[in-house]
């Protein structure tokens, strides 16, 4: 399998097919990303659909340090923090799932009563709390390379998994106890 | 519930991302891919090569090109000026060099920063100086030396002095120092502004207003100031005056100034070994196995692990062990530990280990509470402890702090 650097390098010199192999390699994982962070479909498509156009339109402007996938992990991130302050949404209004352009609803993989109850958990956590647990869960990235990408220091990106994490198990704990 | 069961559960919480939702992002993109081959920025580096421009050609080409837009820039003072312009100049740039003034003709620090031709940071240095003597901190792909007053050279390898280095290096390295600001404008608590002077040869000043304790992320500070200085031309860093507000007035603490960009060091700048003389003592602790791996452990066991470990070598009079459990980037810190904490109290009995909990900024890791039985001149007691626990190196957990509560 070719490294992602290498094919960054040949998509960032004017390769369709290393492009292609980029985005068939990330964009589920990135659309998983943007939907965690986002809870909608057609947002979470803009957003994706938005950082893989940079690195079509834009690609002198983006300097790889570390893994490509944790570059993209992070742009979703960024653009997902963006779209959501300037909806000005606080996070308790992102638990409104709204279906996506085109009609198809935001649908679990697997359904079953916990994971419902977690998902709302999981929406009703500050924001900051949710971007750390979903870029270190669902994008794979290390606590490290999320600090590196976010710029906090690990111990805060470490910090807010932790609270968010005890946090869930608070809420999960509380329903089962009921 | 235990963290793997959630961390398990979170990761079921998955939504079906559809085909159709990732045909019509493809769909967008091949648009895009056929505007970039279509425009002509898009083959440039291939035009000038089919034209048979010679390469003498195009560099006269880009001067025209590049005195044309220093003019056009003149003429409308820095009106046109960004942050990114700055960000940008030193985005090729790969050596740093920087002297820090606690004021005019007092050199306190003096720095190199070198990164690869990736754009990775490979290596810093820092000295220290004072009228009297000078000390070195060398950053090196994670390996850092110190020489402090003492005749010994300190080699270690610690995550959080790592995070230290690279906040250091992230604040005052011309190639990020804007990029992080405007990250921490974003986030708030900080305020940038550009100033535009009248004359369009002035340097431009870029101005940072801190709130209180937003200055630095792991210590309270009073409220800050620093005006970053950048020349107009080459919109480069010239230097950067740091300022506190006491008394409703800033006052300068001292200037960095930026000496050289791109110069190649001396070889052997980030080697103390090469500087030392031979009687001074090399501690490389680097290849000591300091603390305990956390292999698939989560943090809280490994923490709670890395306490219980320490007490039993240190119950055991294993005072080496204990040390090594504990961790230290110097010799003298280990026999520190062992003489004026290890030998003080012989541990009759671990009474308890307790949940660790993370504790509060600025503080990083887990603090792990801890009842144990001691005895000292011939009275036993019962002692409350509190241990602080962070990763230390390549995967392995060691004790930062070690405190009685009671």
């Not at chain 2, 993109?29 to 970039?36: A, G, K, N």
């Not at chain 2, 008394?247 to 090469?274: A, M």
Request: aromatic content about 8%; proline content about 4%.
């Amino acid at each position: 399998m070719l490294d992602d650097h290498l094919l960054w390098w040949r998509s960032k010199h004017g390769s369709r097919s290393a492009f292609d192999l980029i985005y068939q390699r990330h964009v589920d994982r990135m659309l998983s990303v943007a939907l965690h962070l986002l809870g909608n479909a057609a947002d979470a498509q803009d957003v994706v659909q938005a950082v893989f156009a940079s690195l079509v339109e834009t690609p002198e402007t983006i300097e790889l340090r570390g893994s490509l996938k944790a570059f993209l992990a992070v742009c979703v991130a960024n653009k997902s923090r963006d779209l959501l302050r300037r909806r000005r949404l606080a996070p308790a209004s992102r638990a409104h799932v709204t279906p996506a352009a085109g009609g198809e609803p935001l649908e679990l993989v697997i359904h079953s009563e916990q994971i419902l109850r977690l998902r709302e958990a999981l929406r009703r956590l500050p924001y900051e709390q949710q971007e750390v647990i979903t870029l270190h869960i669902h994008a794979g990235l290390t606590f490290r390379a999320v600090a590196r990408a976010l710029r906090l220091p690990l111990g805060t990106v470490q910090s807010r998994y932790r609270y968010g994490l005890n946090s869930l198990r608070t809420e999960l704990e509380r329903e089962d106890s009921l | 519930m235990k963290d793997k069961e959630i961390e398990s559960l979170i990761g079921r919480v998955q939504y079906r991302n559809n085909q159709a939702m990732r045909a019509r992002i493809h769909d967008h993109l091949s648009e895009l891919w056929q505007r970039r081959v279509a425009a002509p920025g898009g083959a440039r580096t291939r035009l000038v090569r089919r034209t048979g421009w010679t390469k003498s050609a195009c560099a006269a080409a880009a001067v025209v090109l590049l005195a044309v837009l220093i003019g056009l820039l003149s003429q409308s003072g820095n009106s046109a000026y960004a942050l990114e312009q700055t960000i940008a100049a030193a985005r090729g740039i790969c050596q740093f060099h920087f002297q820090f003034h606690a004021s005019p003709g007092a050199l306190g620090k003096e720095a190199w920063i070198e990164y690869d031709p990736n754009g990775v940071l490979r290596s810093i240095r820092v000295d220290f100086l004072t009228a009297e003597t000078r000390s070195t901190m060398i950053w090196d792909r994670g390996i850092t030396q110190w020489r402090g007053h003492a005749k010994e050279l300190w080699l270690f390898d610690d995550q959080e002095y790592t995070d230290k280095v690279l906040f250091f290096a992230r604040r005052y390295d011309p190639k990020r120092a804007l990029g992080y600001l405007q990250e921490r404008v974003r986030e708030g608590g900080i305020q940038m502004e550009v100033g535009r002077p009248g004359n369009a040869a002035d340097p431009i000043t870029v101005t940072v207003i801190y709130d209180a304790n937003t200055f630095l992320i792991d210590k309270p500070m009073p409220p800050m100031r620093e005006v970053f200085t950048i020349d107009p031309v080459t919109k480069l860093i010239l230097s950067v005056r740091v300022e506190t507000l006491q008394k409703d007035r800033y006052t300068s603490i001292g200037v960095y100034e930026y000496l050289d960009y791109g110069q190649p060091f001396r070889p052997g700048l980030f080697d103390l070994k090469r500087e030392v003389s031979a009687d001074v003592n090399c501690s490389d602790t680097t290849a000591i196995p300091m603390g305990i791996e956390q292999g698939a452990l989560s943090n809280e066991e490994v923490a709670a692990k890395v306490v219980g470990a320490f007490l039993e070598a240190w119950a055991a009079k294993d005072y080496d062990r204990a040390a090594q459990i504990h961790g230290y980037n110097a010799m003298g810190e280990a026999k520190s530990l062992r003489d004026r904490v290890l030998r003080s109290k012989n541990i009759l009995q671990v009474l308890s280990i307790g949940l660790p909990v993370v504790p509060e900024r600025p503080l990083t890791g887990l603090l792990v509470p801890c009842t144990v039985q001691y005895e000292v001149n011939g009275i036993t007691r019962t002692g409350r402890f509190e241990f602080r626990v962070s990763e230390g190196s390549r995967g392995r957990w060691r004790i930062r702090d070690l405190q009685q509560r009671g």
